[in-house]
């Protein structure tokens, strides 16, 4: 199966490029915000809503081209995948760390005012 | 075919060349699914997501049988040896 590896296209780069930055905060994610469908995924889901920013989500179990390209634009190999400002910032465990420590509300803070 | 905690275990030695490693295999029989605390001098100068990068490139192979891979810890010697500490301190007060 070398097309599945092979899954970031151009085009599909493009449209990443363009989903990342489309919000301040995005997730991909099994299922969606109001129906995650993996533990890890709804980890994340409720840090978010805790810091009561506005996030988009996106469910990759809806489309294995997305989820195939997306592990390969992010060099990143699990779900859920969280970006701010356009940024790759890590899966769950990275996220709960940084929401530890207080770095995940200072980087919101910032990005909502930037 | 799975992967066996062994294996992890192996492949994380020989690539990331730890002073301290820990696997849990958290998959209740129902396939590949570990949590790792794993100590490295290569984790030193390196933000957490490179840390965990490093994690995951190791394991490149690994990764794709495993369902779910958890890094509880990915700390230098001198961060693990603080925390150590910090919990012998605690513990004794």
Redesign the interface.
């Known amino acids: 199966w070398e097309f599945v590896v092979a899954a970031l296209s151009p085009d599909l780069k493009n449209t990443l490029d363009k989903v990342v930055t489309s919000q301040k905060v995005v997730l991909f994610m099994k299922g969606t915000k109001d129906f995650p469908q993996c533990g890890?995924s709804n980890t994340v889901v409720q840090i978010l809503n805790s810091l009561d920013v506005p996030y988009e989500t996106i469910n990759i179990l809806e489309n294995e081209v997305l989820r195939q390209g997306l592990k390969e634009y992010s060099?990143?190999?699990?779900f859920p995948q969280l970006y701010i400002d356009g940024e790759?910032?890590?899966?769950?465990?990275?996220t709960v760390?940084?929401y530890k420590s207080g770095e995940l509300q200072e980087l919101l803070e910032r990005a909502m005012c930037s | 075919m799975g992967v066996t905690k062994e294996q992890v275990e192996s492949t994380l030695k020989s690539k990331l060349n730890p002073s301290h490693l820990e696997i849990i295999d958290t998959s209740g029989g129902c396939g590949a699914s570990f949590a790792i605390e794993i100590v490295s001098e290569q984790f030193e100068g390196k933000r957490l997501l490179e840390r965990h990068r490093l994690v995951n490139a190791a394991l490149e192979e690994e990764m794709k049988e495993i369902h779910a891979l958890s890094i509880k810890k990915a700390v230098t010697p001198g961060q693990w040896k603080q925390q150590l500490e910090s919990e012998k301190s605690t513990s004794a007060a």
């Open positions: 890890f060099s990143w190999p699990t790759f910032f890590g899966g769950c465990d990275i760390e940084a």
